[in-house]
């Protein structure tokens, strides 16, 4: 256990989380291929693609120009996608894709965390049509996201924002000043070196199921480094759970569900981007 609840007259602080591999077992935005597919949005031979994709993902074998080929491929397979119709696709599917795959020694930190008073916030490079229903289901309190450029309600295949390496530690920095969060007292969670900006940012970093070169990092520093390799349903964890416990507040929103698997990728256009509650 995390500990006692704080002292509410201490500064406030929170729990940062990186989303696939640290919270859910799989790339989030991938994990969604089929369904997209069903939904006429991409045909068979993308479908194909973003299952080998997962593939590499997992098996955290690409390297940077295989990452920007595909991030490059898949913000062009987006362009013109209605940005309804894909939220639509998310909300139905959500629970029998993503609910199985959600870590359950994750979901235990996310319940101590609010325990002990503090926020927790999903940090991804995945999209926010895809993260901030997942942010909801596990009860988080903000997200960041991915954002891309939509026009008449379609993506243009174009990325705004982009949360990704250094841009998630801004975005927690911004985060930190807005809602008095002492980040010398937060946490921050991990399984990509590629998030060493944010998990420096913060007093409480921790790697999970690192890469190697997060693994390297972690010894060095002294970082805990946590094995999670539980997936759990939250019904299961919870019989009585039905609707996650407080609403989530969008810090990046939306975003292009296909373009945020560029969080396999670095993107070289780091702007920044306003952050505004849902």
């Known amino acids: 256990m995390l500990g006692v609840v704080e002292n509410h007259s201490l500064p406030r602080t ?17 994990t969604f291929s089929k369904s997209f597919y069903q939904g006429g949005l991409i045909n068979r ?22 990452m920007e080929r595909m991030r490059e491929y898949l913000s062009a397979l987006c ?11 998310v909300a139905e599917t959500l629970h029998d894709l993503i609910d199985p795959i959600i870590y359950d020694e994750a979901a235990s930190l ?18 926010a049509e895809v993260v901030e229903p997942i942010g909801e289901l596990l009860g ?23 949360a990704y390496g250094p841009t998630k530690a801004e975005a927690i920095a911004e985060l930190a000043e807005s809602e008095g969060y ?19 940012s913060v007093g409480h970093p921790h790697a999970v199921n690192p890469d190697r070169a997060l693994r390297r990092e972690a010894a060095a520093r002294g970082w805990p480094v946590l094995s999670f390799n ?4 939250l019904k299961q964890r919870v019989p009585s759970l039905s609707m996650p416990p407080r609403p989530v507040l969008a810090v990046a929103a939306a975003v292009g569900a296909a373009a945020a698997t560029a969080g396999l990728m670095w993107y070289a256009s780091r702007r920044r ?4 509650r849902a």
């Open 230 to 233: 539980k997936p759990v349903r």
């Open 182 to 200: 002492d980040l010398s007292r937060c946490y921050a969670y991990s399984d990509s070196a590629t998030d060493l900006p944010m998990l420096e």
């Open 14 to 30: 929170a729990a940062f989380f990186d989303l696939d591999k640290t919270v859910i077992a799989k790339s989030s935005t991938l």
């Open 273 to 276: 981007a306003p952050y505004a």
């Open 79 to 89: 362009r013109g996608w209605n940005v309804q119709q894909v939220r639509e696709i």
């Open 45 to 66: 031979r993308a479908v194909l693609r973003t299952a080998y994709a997962q593939f590499v993902f997992l098996a955290g074998g690409a390297d940077h120009e295989q």
């Open 110 to 127: 996310i319940e101590e965390h609010h325990a002990a008073g503090r926020d927790v916030v999903i940090v991804s490079t995945s999209g």
């Open 140 to 162: 988080a309190d903000r997200v960041v996201a991915t954002r891309m450029v939509v026009e008449n309600g379609a993506f243009t295949g174009e990325v705004e924002y982009y």
